[in-house]
């Protein structure tokens, strides 16, 4: 259900007061001093070097947010916070949190562009900026490391044998699957300014026999060759209907009679009085991105049946689809 609104929680809204407090507390880095224990402001300043009176003002205003807790004069990481924005942490998502920072000028432009409707930038992050989106590759990395064994588990690959994941990043789905299904080879395909970060990404995994990494681009490239199973992760969002519907065509093209396509992505929820948070961030994706958007999934079951596969099936709800050639 949409969030109830009231006279107080519109100025909340309204204010980007608590957004900058987060990100700024995110770039200063306040709690990985606080990994292991409580600590007093003037311990923390020490440590990532600020002014301990204004760097106090901030820390207070993260516990009234909720992300600190606080007992006397010590400070204290909440569960979460420790978990995801702590360095050390094998989940660490602060550089997401950095990029965010780093687009703050964008939204500044988000009237200019629902007026216009005409987006301010050209592509995508993993195309014209790679050195941002090797951030978002190591984010996305560490989150679908929390999910994609437990994707591999639902979905049965035990009578195939070859395996393309399509745009494929860090390759942490195909490492998963790979893993599940050992008779599984897979192939990776994806742009030459991505492919080093992966094959790094295989090599800590130890995954580089099973994984073969290909240079191209999915919409302009032939594939190379044909597939039991293609995959896709987080590929429509990036792209316009057309350029979709082309896609999910090329993909059957490459799937191997009998074959399965997985498609993996943040659909929007078919109710109209409830779209979902994925609403939100379609919003994001209009102001960061040339095409980007959230598609419902009845336009992805559309496209995908209109190009020829059956038996569809939803794994997860508004995220991961099946379907057979």
Not at 239 to 248: D, F, P, S, V
Not at 253 to 266: C, H, N, Q, Y
Not at 300 to 320: C, I, Q
């Amino acid at each position: 259900m949409a969030r109830e609104v009231s006279a107080p929680s519109l100025f909340q809204i309204g204010y980007y007061w608590e957004a900058k407090i987060f990100l700024t507390s995110v770039k200063l880095d306040v709690y990985t001093p606080l990994a292991t224990h409580p600590l007093h402001v003037e311990e923390i300043a020490a440590q990532i070097k600020v002014d301990p009176i204004y760097l106090g003002r901030l820390l207070d205003a993260l516990v009234t947010m909720g992300l600190l807790g606080r007992e006397g004069t010590r400070y204290a990481n909440t569960p979460v916070v420790s978990e995801f924005l702590v360095k050390t942490s094998p989940f660490y998502m602060g550089e997401l949190m950095l990029l965010q920072d780093m687009e703050w000028d964008h939204w500044g432009h988000l009237e200019e562009v629902i007026r216009s409707g005409r987006p301010k930038v050209r592509g995508n992050i993993f195309m014209n900026r790679p050195e941002a989106g090797q951030l978002v590759l190591k984010v996305l990395h560490r989150m679908a490391q929390r999910v994609a064994p437990a994707l591999a588990q639902q979905i049965d690959l035990s009578s195939y044998r070859t395996f393309l994941d399509v745009g494929g990043g860090a390759g942490t789905f195909s490492m998963a699957f790979c893993r599940k299904y050992p008779a599984l080879q897979a192939t990776l395909f994806d742009l030459s300014k991505t492919l080093p970060f992966t094959a790094r990404s295989l090599e800590e995994g130890d995954m580089e026999d099973r994984v073969e990494l290909v240079s191209g681009n999915f919409n302009q490239d032939a594939f190379p060759g044909t597939f039991d199973v293609i995959f896709m992760s987080d590929i429509l969002h990036y792209q316009t209907h057309e350029e979709n519907a082309a896609l999910i065509q090329k993909c059957r093209e490459a799937t191997a009679p009998g074959g399965m396509i997985i498609v993996k992505d943040m659909f929007l929820g078919e109710e109209a009085s409830h779209p979902g948070w994925n609403a939100i961030f379609s919003m994001h994706l209009l102001v960061y991105t040339e095409n980007g958007q959230c598609f419902k999934q009845d336009e992805a079951r559309s496209w995908m049946m209109k190009a020829g596969f059956h038996t569809l099936r939803e794994v997860e709800r508004n995220t991961v689809l099946t379907a057979l050639k």
